[in-house]
């Protein structure tokens, strides 16, 4: 079975510092995507972003990255510079070949004033 | 750009109704997904629909039922509801040319009273 983990259920961050979200993936593909998304108070559920497994190059958009460590399944979201609306749930995404995405339970981010 | 539309945005409903969720998803995307989140849970997934085939099915109850028609909108009929039934129901949709990253509506409120 394939699974997602995200073992932090609650992290906080001073604004204007850096975080760290950790999650961890289990699977017997080769080629695949992982993805984080963010749940604000809205409840919408937005792309924050994507890696593609066969890529060793980090992905990076503006403030966020990933650290994709193909061999040990994980994948972190870095989060720079906090701002006080990257307070929001934030959810680890993997997809695999089948139509269906497995969801990690979740980290609550609070961003400190 | 276009996004994931549903509707409607909020529904109340009493137990043993049946409710009726719409989802029009990006233009040209062939895959449609349901998923459900209860309160302070992660998205589970229900079912989903490649090319207006079901293509992958998970902890959707009997009482559920969707299918896509010929324009891609996807419908999730719910019967006999209980008040477990109460979650926010998200529709997402994607393209295997955009590399699987699903993109998701604003999601529509269920209450069941």
């Known amino acids: 079975a394939q699974t997602v983990t995200q073992s932090q259920p609650e992290m906080s961050v001073q604004e204007a510092e850096t975080v760290t979200l950790s999650c961890t993936y289990d699977?017997?593909?080769?080629?695949?995507?992982l993805f984080w998304y963010k749940q604000p108070p809205s409840r919408q559920m937005i792309l924050v972003i994507r890696?593609?497994?066969?890529?060793?190059q980090n992905a990076t958009e503006n403030r966020f990255s990933v650290n994709f460590q193909k061999a040990a399944k994980s994948f972190s979201l870095k989060i720079s510079d906090s701002q006080l609306g990257d307070a929001a749930m934030y959810f680890c995404?993997?997809?695999?070949?089948?139509?269906?995405?497995?969801f990690g339970t979740g980290t609550s981010l609070t961003v400190i004033p | 750009a276009a996004g994931v539309i549903q509707s409607p945005r909020h529904l109340i409903k009493e137990k043993r109704e049946t409710a009726t969720l719409k989802c029009y998803p990006i233009p040209r995307h062939d895959t449609v997904y349901w998923y459900q989140q209860g309160p302070g849970q992660d998205p589970q997934f229900l079912i989903s629909f490649y090319e207006k085939m079901q293509s992958d099915k998970g902890s959707i109850p009997d009482r559920f039922s969707a299918q896509q028609f010929s324009d891609y909108h996807s419908e999730l009929n719910m019967s006999s509801l209980e008040l477990g039934d109460s979650a926010l129901y998200f529709c997402?949709?994607?393209?295997?040319?955009?590399?699987?990253?699903?993109?998701f509506g604003e999601g529509s409120w269920l209450t069941v009273v």
């Open positions: 890696q593609e497994a066969y890529k060793q």
């Open positions: 997402a949709s994607s393209s295997r040319d955009s590399g699987n990253t699903i993109y």
């Open positions: 995404a993997y997809p695999p070949t089948g139509n269906q995405f497995y």
């Open positions: 699977t017997s593909e080769s080629d695949y995507y």
